[in-house]
């Protein structure tokens, strides 16, 4: 049998030799970025005799695997071989296909797939097969072949989807890290006008630009083109119609890649119809969603309830849809590049609003459940799923706010995530949304009434008592016109609250036992209610009573261990601290401290876990570790504009800070304790954490038995917020 001949060099390569055997494509730009990725892949390669880079369209499938495949070229002996076939609409030509990039000929009668066979048998050679999406299941047939009868051969695959042979390794490609992604725009947009660079002017424009586009090198490119007419700033703007502004790619690229639409529609054509079609409902979500979501929503005509789970995989395996665990659990998510093609044919079927429909119901029944499930040992899972389902619970409230008729729908549920704005640290947020939804006309019915004493609570927190005081007594009055108890005993609550944080200690404590009888009467018991009796308990340690404090708060503590709730519990825990502190006894405090900061930070709570440092700092400072001390006060420095007012502004919460500063500036001196107070500001979050978690009291001096001074003493006092006057709704009469 004679055997083919082989040329050499290749057609596809006049430039190969014998030190480089292979028609690998010269690169006609830098490569840029995707070093994890080309080491990852290296590695896989050592491993297994198949791999396939998987990944949606645009993300550079192709550019790396031909990339990694000329690094690691001198390996194979018979060269690095790479066949193009996304042109092919055939698959009886696949066969053919492969012998032409090989460059082979072979003038016989017999099948190529023969000629494929003994060329590859006795030969170590690695070979690229690229855009084989349309034809899998021939391709699949082909490359079993090949690899059970060549075993010198190595294939990497790079496609939309696996082929889902035995001893495939599978390495699903990602966009671009943010500084890859900035690194190709900028080295692109030089390459269309040299004159571009990277300065402070454009940087974060040129940021926000890669992050938009999801790091997608084909579409930096095309935005990159687009620099010969426009500025980075208006391609930005520009970047609402991305499917009409990211076209015009060079000459010599692939045609599926000369425009993102059709990079996308690449994959859309492959889809069945039933996957097309949940692709177009998917759209509805942003950014992250799980199954039960997608069922629930996505489910209608043509598409069954109990079917979407296979439907769903089969785009999961198109790299259409993308998974991602996290503490939330497993979830889901589209590029945004993805989900917007999908809008499209969403709307062209008529389908949007009646799935945004679904979609905001969906999530409203969601954050009800989750404002129920925070009152139990289900309080770490709730903050996980409220946080990942963040961005479509913004798009459910800017759903019901486009809708005439149904801002109340909006109130109900920036209202119902109170525990997300105040107990994960979400205050700014929670204030913007609050403010929005309550400028919209509706009825004061019990959904406008919790917004409002919502917004009320946020404002407090945030330090602004003229807000606070404004739509708590908007609450307060409709409440009492209305008959609605429940919001009526919030108002009164959350007045306290302001009285607390505002120095009026005698208010307070008239206010807040005032609303812990009316959640009584109401058989209310939330985090809410135990939030008020911690309250109470710190107006009352204010008043000089620490051992009152403390009773009140093992109270609290009990409740929370027979619920399981730790928010609640962390501020407890501070109140305690405070109370040991003022009794002598900082080991105890710090203990408790450690807990309360602990608990904090797992809810990113910023609030609680500032609170903590503060009084750590003195801890510290008690003793006997002035330097420290200083440390912990400048971090908390640095994470209190993220919250609001420092220490609320307030005389009594400021004390242990006052009293710390004393302490540290007398054992330092003010040249030292400054320098401290700046180390400290340089910390971010984590590390002012993990560094007060960490430093415990050992071989420190001696501390007092008690505090050199009572820490609780009188304190001057504030205004009262009972005479300020009201921007909503008059003055408080409260």
């Not at 049998?1 to 690998?24: F, Y």
């Not at 009352?540 to 009990?558: K, M, T, W």
């Not at 003195?618 to 504009?641: K, M, N, S, Y």
């Not at 040249?671 to 180390?679: K, N």
Request: glycine letters at 8%; one cysteine or more.
């Amino acid at each position: 049998m004679r055997r083919p001949q082989r040329s050499r060099p290749s057609p596809h390569d006049p430039s190969a030799s014998a030190d480089a055997l292979g028609n690998l494509p010269a690169e006609l730009n830098r490569f840029v970025g995707r070093k994890d990725e080309l080491a990852a892949l290296g590695r896989l390669l050592n491993e297994s005799r198949l791999v396939t880079v998987v990944g949606v369209g645009g993300v550079g499938k192709t550019r790396c695997a031909a990339k990694i495949a000329k690094l690691l070229e001198k390996r194979y002996c018979d060269g690095v071989w790479m066949a193009e076939l996304s042109a092919l609409h055939d698959p009886e030509l696949l066969d053919h296909a492969l012998v032409d990039a090989l460059g082979l000929t072979d003038h016989t009668g017999r099948p190529p797939r023969t000629t494929l066979l003994e060329h590859l048998a006795g030969r170590q050679l690695l070979l690229v097969i690229d855009g084989f999406e349309h034809f899998v299941d021939a391709c699949a047939e082909l490359v079993r072949e090949l690899l059970r009868r060549a075993p010198g051969l190595r294939v990497m695959a790079a496609g939309r989807l696996p082929l889902e042979l035995d001893g495939e390794v599978t390495f699903p490609l990602a966009p671009m890290t943010d500084e890859d992604a900035m690194l190709l725009f900028e080295e692109r947009a030089a390459a269309v006008r040299p004159e571009f660079r990277l300065t402070d002017h454009n940087r974060a424009t040129a940021r926000e630009l890669c992050h938009r586009l999801d790091g997608i090198p084909l579409a930096l490119e095309l935005a990159a083109g687009r620099l010969r007419a426009l500025s980075t700033e208006q391609v930005l703007q520009r970047l609402d119609d991305r499917f009409r502004l990211l076209t015009g790619s060079s000459r010599s690229a692939l045609a599926r890649h000369q425009t993102l639409r059709t990079a996308i529609g690449w994959s859309h054509e492959l889809c069945a119809p039933e996957q097309r079609l949940l692709w177009a409902r998917l759209s509805v979500f942003a950014g992250q969603f799980d199954l039960e979501a997608v069922e629930y929503i996505c489910s209608g005509a043509d598409l069954s309830a109990e079917s979407v789970l296979d439907v769903l995989s089969g785009l999961l395996t198109q790299s259409v849809v993308l998974r991602e665990d996290s503490a939330a659990g497993t979830r889901y998510r589209m590029l945004d590049t993805v989900r917007e093609y999908g809008a499209e044919w969403l709307a062209a079927a008529g389908g949007t609003d009646r799935l945004r429909r679904r979609h905001r119901d969906w999530f409203l029944g969601l954050a009800t459940m989750c404002e129920l499930d925070w009152f139990s040992p289900r309080q770490d899972e709730v903050a996980a799923r409220v946080e990942s389902e963040l961005p479509n619970l913004r798009r459910a409230m800017e759903y019901s706010l486009e809708n005439a008729g149904e801002a109340h729908l909006a109130q109900y549920l920036a209202g119902t995530l109170w525990f997300l704005w105040v107990g994960c640290g979400r205050l700014s947020e929670g204030r913007h949304w609050l403010d929005h939804v309550l400028e919209e006309e509706s009825p004061y019915d019990s959904a406008r009434l919790k917004a409002l004493w919502v917004l009320g609570h946020v404002a407090v927190l945030q330090g602004d008592p003229v807000g606070a005081v404004s739509a708590l007594q908007e609450c307060r009055d409709e409440a009492d016109r209305a008959g609605d108890s429940t919001a009526l005993a919030y108002a009164v609550h959350r007045m306290g609250c302001l009285a607390l944080l505002t120095d009026d200690m005698v208010r307070a404590q008239e206010l807040l036992g005032d609303a812990l009888g009316r959640y009584r009467e109401l058989g209310e018991l939330n985090s809410n209610v135990l939030m008020a009796q911690i309250e109470l308990a710190m107006a009352v340690g204010f008043h000089g009573d620490p051992d009152g404090a403390a009773a009140i708060c093992e109270e609290v503590r009990e409740i929370c261990e027979d619920h399981g709730e730790r928010w609640a519990l962390s501020y407890a825990l501070y109140v305690l601290a405070f109370a040991a502190l003022q009794r002598g006894g900082p080991d105890r405090a710090r203990e408790l401290l450690g807990e309360c900061l602990s608990i904090g930070h797992t809810f990113h709570d910023l609030l609680g876990s500032v609170l903590a440092l503060e009084l750590l700092a003195l801890v510290t400072a008690v003793e006997g570790d002035a330097a420290e001390a200083a440390v912990l006060q400048g971090a908390a420095d640095r994470i209190w504009p993220s919250v609001g007012l420092p220490l609320f502004g307030s005389a009594y919460y400021g004390q242990p800070r006052v009293r710390c500063e004393e302490l540290a500036r007398r054992e330092l001196g003010d040249g030292p304790y400054e320098s401290g107070l700046r180390a400290g500001g340089q910390l971010d979050l984590d590390a002012a954490v993990a560094r007060a978690l960490g430093n415990g009291p050992a071989n420190r001096a001696q501390p007092p038995s008690r505090l050199p001074g009572p820490l609780l003493g009188p304190a001057k006092k504030r205004r009262p917020a009972a005479s300020r006057t009201s921007g909503r709704g008059g003055p408080e009469r409260c």
